[in-house]
């Protein structure tokens, strides 16, 4: 009976202590998960610490600071530089002079530019009249040598052609008249009269047209500079490099063409007589003689003698240079020779 009471128990027990048990077991189960779970969070690094991690927010750039000023900005100060920096005056770095105007900002830019553009359109006399205007204003050193270099060149294109320029006129040949007598008359070459109308010959007749040059030609020339100034009615014409003198001996002061002489004869020093075309002959190709006897204006085929003093004292050019100014320069043209 004892063993029978102890064996059975009451309806519903055993149920219910199993059912606790359960509980209990699944209590601690979860207990031990939320325990990993923790520990494993704390081990975890943070997504925001991972070097592959982008920024959560945008990066801030800080303002620049402004530029320091240019050395031509700079002003003096009466402060001492080695008070202030440390470094003696005679070593501080000093401001920079003030940058020179550049051809492009000169006001003469524009017109020389149009210039340009009509001369090799072939509008020479409205070239001429824009190259003038920019030699008017002009205040580049550089832009200056441009603008005369290209008026030289309007120069030559409009003087030798039969082109209209405000130094010539039309002139209708009259019974009598030769070549020899109209150059003579208007004060310009007869070799340019030929070259300018482009005539064949000298024969002419009477009722025909030419077209002469009346304005007067001048030279300056500037031993220091090794430069031919040529003027046309005190203007500007062109430029003509050239030679000098050794030993200061190409004279100053003002003289005359006298004498126009195409493939001239050298006299040397010595006496001796050196044909045009003799390898000795120093004359070049054309010769135009001063009023000081033995010197003149003459051409050259050593043209590195060209730009320096390496004469015996006459003035020498290039032998198309001084072509040029054998066809323009008449006798009796003035030539003024400084140093």
Request: glycine letters at 8%.
């Amino acid at each position: 009976m004892s063993d029978e009471i102890y064996i059975r128990r009451r309806p519903g027990a055993a149920p219910r202590r199993r059912w606790w048990t359960a509980l209990m077991v699944l209590g601690l189960i979860g207990l031990g998960a939320w325990g990993w779970w923790m520990l494993h969070r704390e081990l975890k690094p943070s997504v925001s610490e991972s070097p592959a991690s982008p920024p959560t927010e945008p990066a801030t750039v800080p303002p620049a600071e402004p530029l320091p000023p240019r050395p031509a900005e700079l002003v003096p100060s009466t402060t001492s530089t080695h008070a202030l920096t440390g470094v003696s005056p005679s070593t501080a770095a000093q401001p920079s002079p003030a940058p020179t105007l550049s051809p492009e900002s000169d006001p003469a830019f524009p017109f020389w530019e149009a210039a340009r553009s009509n001369y090799l359109a072939g509008a020479l006399g409205a070239a001429r009249t824009n190259a003038f205007e920019a030699l008017r204003v002009v205040q580049s050193p550089p832009l200056h040598r441009d603008i005369e270099t290209l008026l030289g060149q309007i120069h030559t294109a409009l003087v030798f052609s039969p082109a209209p320029m405000e130094e010539k006129e039309d002139y209708t040949i009259q019974p009598g008249d030769t070549l020899g007598s109209i150059a003579k008359r208007f004060g310009c070459t007869l070799q340019w009269l030929i070259r300018a109308n482009q005539l064949k010959s000298e024969v002419i007749r009477p009722g025909d047209r030419l077209r002469v040059l009346t304005g007067r030609f001048e030279v300056r020339l500037d031993k220091s500079d090794f430069e031919l100034l040529l003027l046309l009615n005190n203007r500007f014409f062109k430029r003509y490099r050239v030679g000098v003198g050794q030993y200061d001996r190409t004279p100053t002061g003002e003289f005359q063409i006298t004498e126009r002489i195409p493939q001239p004869t050298w006299w040397r020093p010595d006496g001796r007589v050196i044909p045009y075309g003799d390898k000795e002959n120093v004359l070049g190709t054309h010769w135009l003689a001063l009023n000081v006897p033995g010197y003149g204006l003459h051409g050259t085929w050593e043209t590195d003698t060209v730009g320096r003093a390496a004469s015996a004292g006459c003035v020498r050019l290039l032998n198309s240079d001084i072509e040029e100014l054998y066809l323009l320069l008449p006798v009796g043209t003035r030539v003024v020779i400084q140093d």
